[in-house]
C-alpha cells in the first residue's frame, strides 16, 4: 500500500484525502441533523405508534441506535466486497445517494415503525460509504503520513458533524417557513430537506473530486481477518480486534448524551439550541486535536496516545452525569473531546498498519463496525438507564472507559512505522 506521492500536497496533507474528507464533510453535515432532530420527532405530535409501555427516551434511543446497529452489521459484508470488487468510489457514491433519497423521505413518516425502517436502511447505505472512503484513505498514505491523514479525514467530516446541530436546532426553533404559493413547510421538514441535499452535494463532490488510489485491484478470495493472534507465545487478542474495542469504548461514551436531549434539558434548564452548543463542543475539539494528534502519533508511536486517551475519558465521562449547569456541561464535553482525539486518529493508522494489502475494506471495517455498536450502545444505555438517576449512564461509561485502557495497555501491539504490513 505505497503512498502515491504523485499526487502532490496541499497544506501538508495529500490532495486526494483532502478532496474525499471536503466531500464527506458535506455529507456529515445532514447526517448530524437527525441526531438532534428525530429525539424531537419521536417526542412530537407529528410521529406516533404504541409502544407498549416503553419510556419514549428509550424509544428515541431506539431511532438513534437503528442506524449503528444496521450499518455495523452490513460494513464487514460492505467491506468486503469493495476490496473483491477492487474498486471503492463507486460504493461511496451509491451510499451517499441512497443515503439522501432516505433522510428526504423522514418527512413523510408519520408512525414510529416508519423511523425503524427508514433508520435501519440508513445503516444500510452508510455501510457502502463509510467502509470504501477509510479504504481509500488508508491506501493513498504510507506509514509515515497514515495518522496524520486519518486526522485530517475524520476532523472534516467532524466539523460536517458538529455544525449539523447547530443548523438543525436553528430550523427547529425559526420555523415553520412560509414561501410563495402558500406552501408551508414546517422545522421538521425543513431538517429533513437539508439532510437530504447536503448528502447529494456530497455524493456530487465525490464523484467530481476522488479517485480510486491506483493500483487497486481485486483481492483474493482469503480473508485475514481474526479474533485471535496466535503469532506469539500463548493467546491474545489480534491488534485490530483490539483496536476494534478501544473504539467501541470511545464511541460508546461520546453517545451517551444524544439519547437523552429531553431529560438533559430539563436538568440542565435550557433548549435546544444550548444542548446543541454542549453537542458541538466534543465534536469541535475532536476535530481540532485529531489531525495534530495523528501526526505526532507518526513520529512517536500509536499505543501511548489511545492509552493516554482512554484514561482521560473516565473522569471527562463521568462528570457530565453530575453538572449542573450549561456551562459546565459544555466544558466536561470539549474536554471529552480531547480525549476522544487521543483515540480515534492513532487507532485507525494504527489498525492500518496492520492491514493487508488490498483488504483495507474488510479489515478496517472491524474499527468503523465498532464505531457504529458504540454509538448504539452509547444511545440504548442512556435510554434505558437515565430513569434509574441521571448519573447512571455516564458512571457506566466511565467504567467502560477504564477497562478500555487496560486491554489497550495488555493487547495491542505497536507495528514498526518504515515498512508496510505484510
Request: with cysteine; proline share 4%; glycine share 14%.
Amino acid at each position: 500500500m505505497d503512498a502515491d506521492s504523485s499526487s502532490g500536497l496541499l497544506f501538508g496533507v495529500d490532495r486526494r484525502v483532502l478532496a474525499l474528507a471536503v466531500a464527506r464533510m458535506a455529507d456529515a453535515v445532514g447526517n448530524s441533523f437527525l441526531i438532534i432532530v428525530l429525539p424531537l420527532y419521536v417526542a412530537s405530535e407529528a410521529v406516533g405508534g404504541r409502544v407498549f409501555g416503553i419510556p419514549s427516551s428509550m424509544v428515541a434511543g431506539t431511532v438513534l441506535a437503528l442506524f449503528g446497529v444496521a450499518s455495523s452489521l452490513a460494513q464487514p459484508l460492505a467491506g468486503r466486497f469493495s476490496d473483491r470488487l477492487g474498486r471503492r468510489k463507486i460504493l461511496v457514491l451509491v451510499g451517499l445517494v441512497a443515503f439522501g433519497a432516505i433522510n428526504l423521505t423522514f418527512a413523510a413518516a408519520t408512525a414510529y415503525w416508519h423511523l425503524f425502517v427508514l433508520r435501519i436502511l440508513q445503516g444500510l447505505a452508510a455501510a457502502f460509504t463509510i467502509t470504501a472512503s477509510i479504504a481509500i484513505v488508508n491506501e493513498m498514505s504510507g506509514p509515515e503520513s497514515r495518522g496524520g491523514n486519518m486526522g485530517v479525514y475524520n476532523s472534516f467530516r467532524l466539523i460536517g458533524f458538529g455544525s449539523g446541530p447547530l443548523l438543525a436546532s436553528i430550523l427547529l426553533e425559526t420555523g415553520p417557513f412560509s414561501f410563495p404559493g402558500g406552501l408551508e413547510v414546517t422545522g421538521f421538514e425543513a431538517t429533513f430537506g437539508v439532510a437530504g441535499g447536503t448528502a447529494l452535494l456530497g455524493a456530487l463532490l465525490v464523484g467530481w473530486l476522488v479517485q480510486d488510489p491506483e493500483g487497486t485491484s481485486p483481492a483474493p478470495r482469503r480473508l485475514a481477518l481474526r479474533v485471535w493472534d496466535r503469532s506469539g507465545q500463548g493467546w491474545a487478542l489480534d491488534t485490530i480486534f483490539a483496536l476494534g474495542l478501544a473504539t467501541f469504548v470511545m464511541a460508546t461514551c461520546m453517545a451517551l448524551l444524544s439519547a437523552i436531549e429531553p431529560a438533559v434539558n430539563t436538568r440542565l434548564e435550557q433548549g435546544p439550541v444550548l444542548f446543541s452548543v454542549e453537542f458541538v463542543a466534543l465534536i469541535a475539539t475532536l476535530a481540532a486535536f485529531q489531525p495534530v494528534v495523528g501526526r505526532a502519533s507518526d513520529r512517536l508511536g500509536r499505543k501511548p496516545f489511545i492509552l493516554i486517551g482512554l484514561l482521560g475519558l473516565v473522569p471527562t465521562t463521568v462528570v457530565q452525569g453530575l453538572v449542573g449547569a450549561p456551562w459546565e456541561m459544555i466544558t466536561v464535553r470539549a474536554l471529552q473531546g480531547v480525549a476522544g482525539a487521543l483515540v480515534f486518529a492513532p487507532a485507525l493508522a494504527l489498525a492500518g498498519d496492520h492491514t493487508v494489502r488490498g483488504q483495507s475494506g474488510a479489515q478496517l471495517s472491524v474499527l468503523t463496525v465498532a464505531f457504529g455498536l458504540g454509538i448504539a450502545m452509547g444511545q440504548l444505555t442512556a435510554g434505558f438507564f437515565v430513569q434509574f438517576g441521571f448519573v447512571v449512564p455516564f458512571a457506566i461509561g466511565g467504567g467502560l472507559a477504564a477497562a478500555g485502557a487496560g486491554l489497550v495497555l495488555t493487547q495491542v501491539e505497536e507495528r514498526e512505522r518504515t515498512a508496510e504490513a505484510a
